[in-house]
């Protein structure tokens, strides 16, 4: 196990004093950048997902210069595209008790108590603001008859503050921010870099001054520098192989920064989704989420007897069992997504599952089109019932969907402190990339509402906190920091291309991600996770001595840009089991077997486990090879506001 230190590399900078002023307070108190300077600043934005391009076009409309890089070909393709529920607020338009104190308890509640209060009441006070930007720049959220804006609700909140736009709100939302940042590109101010995978993080003096980047069509590394770095990078859900994320959804940058010294917060923190269209073979590459808006109105059920295999239209109903609404009477089908995926692998564990393998379990519409009629279920969910039967060949307006849990989302993430500051000065995380205000469990619509948090209203001021409080010096790519780390990348580059072996990347990916789901997935204990531990370095060796890679390094090369973040997902991944084993409580997404209640539910170790795990990677540590070097930091998390309890949605 690797050594503990004391929490000095963690200073979070939360502002004490009443919860509900802290962020105004640390506003006035946070240095402010003169507008005639804000245009010598230029910042480098990674990413341009509704974080990175929210925050492109905030900095660029405040002033500053910015450059804006990503792989995709246009920022239109980025992940949060695929966001089909909704993204949260606490408007109170339904006038059923909500607030942004109980968004923010709902928050902290849903998150296991594994999250910073101040950063969760600052999520809740900005959401409201985000409504507005979004319907200001265009976003066409669903209305209800006399025009309010219409909410419905999401797991782990019994009012319904969750907005959206049919089944598509991610797409809706980017395209508003992705207009924003558009506007700022026809004015000079924004930059764009398509095409551009950040391969590395260049520091000159211990402050983040640039990035190294593979330009993805001709293979030329090449070198920015700036001001400040924004790492906008997403989530690395992908290090399972099969996930709900797109295929593009990599860790690269973050772990690259990570190796220069960002600390990593709770990496073992994953969520699983329990709404996904279950795998269906070995040939498999991707996973498709059918979103959590659907527990609104579809019964979770599985037949009560064992075996049961007959088609659901013969199960009588005295012979089902709604086996959430009976444990969580309460919350019924709309409890957080860690029970109900955690609930549906005891259904399949018990051999209860349904379809041909067993894996899955009924999402069932019959009482919702009964009660309201096909045409209103058509109205709220159309596209995803269409995207089901093009899928799955069965129409869900006759035949119970079958859904199961799936990699999702990704709470662990770079550590950053009240700023969204890494600890590597002048390098910021936004979106998911950061380890994020939802603790151990995100709730449903809660990662588009901290993405643009982040990129709209808390970037915008904080990095003023760097910009004008540290002497920057200028500095260009001449620099030597900026030589070696291009030199660096391109060695990393020619290692891949030389190794000449056998075996295409996806067999090393799929392999791990097989490791990852058996042993680090919805259910992890001590023996299976340090049997992962040995079984990913030795699988680590394999890839480093038998990669097959076809084409060259100066070319567009798709088998190349996969093997790199292979590559850093086997290093993450080990670094995500080692702190699962560490963490020896469960809580929220991570269920540590040897942990929990009589009755099957997640039981918090609060009096050893109640901190934020931040690791920082040993310089030099390990071979490529081999296994890396780790020491742990640790955050500590205090509860002014919300009381510490064992969480109940019964
Ligand atoms: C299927 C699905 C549905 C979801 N639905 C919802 C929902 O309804 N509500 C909700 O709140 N959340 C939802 N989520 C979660 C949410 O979509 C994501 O958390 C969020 O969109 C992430 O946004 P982001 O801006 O942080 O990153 P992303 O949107 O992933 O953007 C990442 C950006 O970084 C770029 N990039 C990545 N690596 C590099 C690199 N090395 N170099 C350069 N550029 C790089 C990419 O090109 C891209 O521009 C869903 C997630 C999934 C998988």
């Known amino acids: 196990m690797s050594p503990t230190s004391s929490a000095s590399k963690l200073v979070s900078k939360c502002p004490s004093g009443p919860m509900a002023e802290r962020w105004d307070r640390h506003r006035f108190e946070l240095k402010l950048v003169n507008a005639a300077n804000k245009r010598k600043f230029h910042i480098l934005v990674v990413g341009t997902g509704l974080a990175g391009a929210s925050a492109a076009a905030s900095l660029a409309e405040l002033g500053y210069q910015v450059s804006a890089f990503f792989i995709h070909e246009s920022p239109r393709r980025a992940h949060s595209i695929a966001a089909q529920g909704g993204i949260n607020a606490a408007k109170n338009y339904r ?31 900005v959401s409201n603001n985000i409504i507005d930007q979004c319907v200001a720049s265009g976003v066409p959220f669903a209305r209800e008859y006399a025009g309010l804006l219409d909410n419905r609700s999401f797991g782990g909140a ?42 590395d993080l260049v520091a000159v003096d211990g402050v983040a001054r640039g990035i190294v980047c ?16 924004l790492l906008c990078t997403g989530g690395y859900g992908n290090v399972f192989f099969l996930s709900t994320n797109a295929k593009a959804s990599n860790a690269t940058a973050i772990w690259r920064a990570h190796k220069r010294g960002a600390l990593f917060g709770n990496p073992c923190f994953t969520q699983i989704h329990p709404t996904c269209i279950p795998v269906s073979g070995d040939y498999q590459s991707k996973l498709t989420l059918m979103s959590e808006s659907l527990r609104n109105d579809g019964r ?14 013969q199960i009588p109903e005295e012979e089902r069992d709604y086996f959430l609404e009976r444990r969580y009477p309460s919350f019924g089908n709309l409890v957080p997504r860690d029970v109900a995926s955690r609930n549906a692998k005891m259904m399949t564990d018990e051999g209860r599952g349904v379809g041909s393998t067993g894996m899955a379990v009924y999402l069932d519409f019959r009482d919702a089109i009964q ?10 969910y159309g596209n995803l019932f269409e995207m089901y039967q093009r899928i799955t060949d069965e129409d869900p307006y006759q035949v119970p969907m079958r859904i199961y849990p799936a990699v999702h989302y990704t709470m662990g993430g770079l550590w950053v402190d009240y700023n969204l500051e890494s600890t590597i000065p002048g390098l910021f995380v936004l979106g998911e990339a950061n380890f994020s205000d939802h603790g151990a469990n995100r709730l449903g619509a809660s990662a588009l509402m901290q993405g643009l948090a982040d990129g709209y209203f808390i970037i915008p001021y904080t990095i003023g906190s760097h910009l004008a409080g540290r002497k920057l010096g200028p500095v260009s790519t001449d620099h030597a920091a900026f030589k070696q ?8 580059v020619q290692r891949l291309v030389g190794i000449a072996g056998k075996r295409p990347v996806d067999v090393f990916h799929r392999a791990l991600g097989r490791i990852m789901w058996d042993k680090c997935g919805m259910g992890r204990n001590e023996p299976g996770l340090k049997q992962a531990l040995g079984e990913i370095r030795s699988l680590r060796q ?40 560490h963490r020896r409580e469960s809580c929220g997404g991570h269920f540590r077997e040897e942990s929990q209640t009589e009755e099957g539910e997640a039981r918090r170790d609060d009096e050893n486990f109640c901190f934020v795990s931040a690791w920082e990677h040993t310089p030099g540590a390990g071979t490529q090879e081999g296994g890396g070097e780790w020491t742990l930091h640790k955050e500590p998390l205090a509860f002014e506001e919300v009381k510490l309890t064992q969480r109940s949605y019964k």
């Open 542 to 581: 394999e890839f480093w001595s038998d990669l097959a890679l076809p084409g060259s390094a100066r070319d567009m090369n798709i088998e190349l840009e996969r093997a790199g973040r292979v590559a850093d997902y086997f290093e993450l991944a080990e670094l995500m089991v080692l702190d699962a084993l």
């Open 300 to 313: 979770v059920w599985v037949p009560k007897r064992a075996g049961d295999k007959r088609p659901a239209s």
């Open 214 to 229: 593979r330009e993805l069509l001709s293979g030329a590394i090449e070198t920015f520098a700036g001001d400040a770095v």
């Open 485 to 492: 780390a291009a030199e660096e990348a391109e060695q990393r």
């Open 95 to 125: 006038n059923d008790g909500d607030s942004i104190y109980r968004l923010f308890y709902d928050t902290v509640k849903g998150g296991d108590y594994r999250a910073r209060e101040s950063n969760v009441y600052r999520l809740a006070q």
């Open 371 to 380: 009660r309201d009629g096909r045409d209103v279920i058509r109205e709220k």
């Open 158 to 199: 019994q009012v319904s503050r969750t907005f959206y736009a049919r089944g598509q709100t991610g797409q809706q939302l980017l395209i508003g921010a992705y207009q924003s940042m558009m506007r700022q590109v026809g004015a000079g101010k924004v930059k764009l870099y398509p095409r551009r995978e950040m391969v």
